[in-house]
């Protein structure tokens, strides 16, 4: 994601870079039960939620993911092939056909997952990159647009329970970290330091 600009780019590119630099993320994380900035999260955690949910999401409209490696066993191997298999799906011509979900209304394939699961895993990349004390670089650019997008709707995103309260920051803080602000982190949250054994055990296989 660093240096690109995310905003223009069509939906099987933006996902094609966003889900590349959450792979970079990924392969960075030496501690998977590191604490996450969600509340009761580890750093597998975020892993195994962008799976999980957009897996059920898709399934909820007929579309079927082929199954992939347990996170839990391996979440490399997890994220690689759950992201080459959202990829497939943009890459094919079922991105222009109609997807129909029970909840969200119908969209063209390639929107739904522009619009529902892309833009989470960019703002997931923030989560997983803080667990193990790093920052990532995301595009500005693109949280400028999505805080432009959510603004709006914030009494409906709030109530709908998929953000906590909003975190104040300063005035003149970047984009990046008024995005996160918004959907509730705190843009200076940090891990709390883990004991030699618990480092250990958490990252026994």
Avoid: C
Wanted: proline share 7%.
């Amino acid at each position: 994601m660093a240096g690109v600009a995310l905003s223009g780019l069509d939906a099987s590119v933006r996902h094609q870079e966003v889900a590349s630099g959450f792979a970079g993320v990924v392969t960075e994380v030496r501690d998977w039960e590191a604490p996450a900035p969600v509340d009761g999260w580890v750093a597998r955690d975020v892993v195994a939620h962008l799976v999980d949910w957009f897996t059920g999401f898709l399934a909820a409209g007929g579309v079927t993911l082929p199954d992939g490696p347990s996170v839990a066993d391996d979440p490399v191997a997890a994220w690689s092939q759950h992201a080459a298999s959202v990829q497939a799906l943009l890459d094919s011509p079922a991105a222009d056909e109609v997807f129909s979900h029970p909840m969200a209304g119908e969209h063209r394939l390639a929107d739904a997952i522009d619009r529902f699961y892309t833009a989470d895993v960019y703002m997931h990349s923030w989560d997983l990159a803080r667990s193990q004390g790093a920052t990532p670089d995301l595009d500005p650019g693109f949280a400028v647009q999505m805080l432009e997008g959510m603004a709006p709707i914030d009494d409906i995103l709030r109530s709908s329970g998929q953000y906590g309260p909003k975190v104040e920051v300063d005035a003149d803080a970047d984009p990046v970290s008024r995005l996160m602000g918004f959907i509730g982190r705190d843009p200076g949250w940090t891990p709390a330091p883990r004991s030699d054994d618990e480092h250990v055990l958490g990252n026994a296989e």
